[in-house]
């Protein structure tokens, strides 16, 4: 007998209407910056390097993407906004 999945995970690709512009999760630029960045391979000590930006709000901002695109890491933040086309 197969175990029922758990009900946070769901079957399937995303559906249209998980790709429906007015559900998208809006981005700060500086959200987009450090998750685009973070794709490329840089580190958050790299990203406040190339950006300026301290690292409480570099570490602020990519927490608060991960958060808004509804994910548990880095990783799958950046797969979600790579396939949403936010970054």
């Not at 901002?61 to 949403?84: M, P, V």
């Amino acid at each position: 007998m197969l175990a029922k999945p758990h009900p946070v995970f769901k079957r399937g690709r995303m559906t249209s209407s998980e790709n429906d512009p007015s559900r998208l999760p809006e981005l700060t630029e500086i959200e987009k910056r450090c998750l685009q960045l973070a794709a490329n391979g840089r580190t958050p000590a790299d990203i406040v390097l190339e950006t300026d930006i301290a690292m409480p709000r570099v570490t602020e901002a990519t927490r608060s993407a991960i958060d808004k695109l509804g994910t548990r890491n880095i990783t799958a933040a950046i797969i979600r906004a790579t396939r949403l086309n936010l970054i």
